[in-house]
C-alpha cells in the first residue's frame, strides 16, 4: 500500500493531479445499494420481492444517483433460495423505480454465476439485462484480467447500456495505486463510460483512499469516478469523505438500517457529512427517516441469516472479507476442528501468494478460502480442490503476478503449461445446448439463460414453478365449476 508521501505521482499523472489538489464545486451523487448489496452482505441475500417492492415507490423519490438492484449473488438467491424468477423481479423493480437509473454488478465472463461462460451466453444475457429494464452495468474482473470483462462491455456498448468498468482494488507486493490508475485509464480505452474503484473488502484506509482517488482522476479525468467500499474494517465512511476530496463523484451506500458491517456506509451519515460542503448531494435528509425505519422493521424478518452490525478487523490483517469468516466457521465447525480457524486465516494469505496474489472477491475468495482450509485441514495441498486445478491451468485468466510452479507442476505433470489465451476462447458456444435443457419447462427466452448458468438450480425452479402454475389452473378450474350455471363436462 503506498501513501502520497512514500511513492510519487507518475510522471503522466503528476501535473494534472497537482493542479487539482482538491476537487472542484459539484454535487455528490449517491447510489444505494440496499436492494442488491445491502441485503447480500447482511441477510445472506434472502430478501424478497415483496419486501422491496413496498418500499420502492418511496426510494425512487429520493433522488438517488442510481440504485443497484440486481446482479451479484440475487439472480443465484433468487432461484435457490426464494423461488422467484430473476427476470421477473428486474421487470418489476424498472417498473416500481420511473424515476431511478437501475444498476447492476457483473463478474464479466462469469456473468452472475462462478465460472466462464460462452461467448454467446454472454452476448444473450447482457442483452437481455438491457430488455428487462437495466441501465448501468457495473463490470469487473477478480482477476482484474480485462480480457474477461471485453465482452460484456463490448454487447452492452452496442445496446445501449451505461458501462461502468471496475478497478479493483486490493494491497500485495504486485499492486500499486499507480498500477490501479493505470487499469482504469486502460478500461477507458476499451470504452468504459465511467470508472468504479471497488473495495470488496473494506481494507482502503483514508488517506490511500485520498492518493488512488487523484491518480484515478488524474489518469481519466473525462470520466466520472464511483467509489465502492464495504465498512468491514470501520474506516469506509472516513475513505469516502477523502476519495470525494481527490475528486469522486459518486459513491454507494446503504439505508443506515442495512448499512455497516459488511455492507456500505449509512446512506444519511454522508449525506448529513456533505451537507454545506462543495459536494453537497442536494437530497433531503428527512425523506430517508421513514425508509430507514421500514427497513428496520423488515430486517427482523430474516434474522435467521443476520450477520449482525459487528465490525471484522481481522480483515485488515488477513484481507479476508466478512463472508469468508463466516464460511470458514461453519465449515470448520461441520469438521469440528474450529479451533483451528486462526490456522485458516493465517494460510489465507500463503495460498493467495502461491496463486498469483488475486484479490479476494468473488469467485477467487471462495477459491482461496477453500483451498486453504483442506490444506490446514489435510495437509499443504495434500487436496487441491477442482477449482483451484482450473485456476493454475490458467482457465480463469491471467493473475497479477505469476503463480508457483512448483505447485503448478504438481497439477498440471511435467511438460504440462497453463493456458495463455482468453479463456473463454476455448469454451464452444453454449446457448443452443441450453435451450435445449431448458424446453421442456420455458415460458420465456430468458429461461435458457437462467438454465446456462444454474443448470440444475434452474431445472427444479422450473419444476416447481411448473407445480404452482399447475395448481392455480386447478384452484381456478374448480371455482369456474362452482360458479357456473351450466353443467361441468370436461373436453
Known sequence: MQTEEETPLSSATEAAAAACPVAPTRAVGITDTTFR??????LATRMKIEDLLEIAPEMDKVGFHSM??????????????????PWERLRRLKKALPHTPTQMLLRGQN???????????VEAFVKKMRDNGMDIMRVFDALSDRRNMAKAMEVAKKVGLHVQASVVYTTSPVHSNEGMAEDARLLAEMGADSICVKDMAGIMNPYDGYDLARRVKAAVPDLPLQWHAHYTSGMASMVYIKAIEAGVDVVDTAVSSMSMSTSQPPTET????????PWDTGL?????????????????????????MTLDTNVLQYQIPGGMISNFTSQLAQQNALHRLKEVLEEVPRVR????????VTPTSQIVGSQAAMNVLAGRYKVISNEVKAYLH?????????????????????????????????????????????????????????????????TKFFQERLAASAKVDSKLLEESKKNSPLPYHPV
Open 37 to 42: 448489496d445491502g441485503h447480500q452482505s447482511l
Open 68 to 85: 443497484e438492484v440486481w446482479g451479484g449473488a440475487t439472480f443465484d438467491s433468487c432461484i435457490r433460495f426464494l423461488n422467484e424468477d
Open 111 to 121: 456473468l452472475v454465476g462462478y465460472k466462464h461462460y460462452a461467448d454467446d451466453i
Open 270 to 277: 454522508i449525506i448529513a457529512l456533505l451537507k454545506g460542503t
Open 284 to 308: 433531503d435528509l428527512a425523506r430517508l427517516t421513514d425508509i430507514a425505519a421500514f427497513f428496520t422493521k423488515v430486517r427482523k424478518k430474516y434474522a435467521a441469516f443476520d450477520v449482525g
Open 353 to 360: 501468494e502461491d496463486l498469483g496474489y488475486p484479490p479476494l
Open 394 to 458: 490458467g482457465e480463469y485468466g491471467q493473475p497479477p503476478a505469476p503463480m508457483n510452479k512448483e505447485l503448478q507442476k504438481q497439477v498440471l505433470g511435467d511438460g504440462g503449461e497453463a493456458i495463455t489465451c482468453r479463456p473463454a476462447d476455448l469454451i464452444p458456444p453454449g446457448y443452443a445446448e441450453a435451450k435445449a435443457g431448458a424446453a421442456p419447462y420455458m415460458i420465456q427466452e430468458e429461461d435458457v439463460l437462467t438454465y446456462a448458468l444454474f443448470p440444475p438450480n434452474a
